[in-house]
């Protein structure tokens, strides 16, 4: 599990957050992974593409867990 902090953003959108922890190598593999319902956030999968995740929010994807605090 990793935890992901926003810092002085209110959210990031679930694309922007897979491409830029380096889960997936580029955002067109991003749309398609999501697309896909390869993605979960807080449990469901999820198939919005700019998803956004704000604090407490967990993504699960390829065997990561990504917390955002």
Do not use: P, S, W, Y
């Amino acid at each position: 599990m990793q935890n992901f902090e926003l810092k002085e953003f209110e959210f990031i959108e679930l694309n922007k957050l897979l491409k830029l922890l380096g889960l997936v190598g580029t955002g067109g593999e991003a749309h398609q992974r999501i697309d896909n319902g390869e993605v979960k956030v807080n449990g469901a999968v999820e198939t919005q593409r700019r998803k956004k995740l704000r604090v407490g929010d967990k993504v699960e994807f390829a065997g990561e867990v990504v917390v955002i605090k």
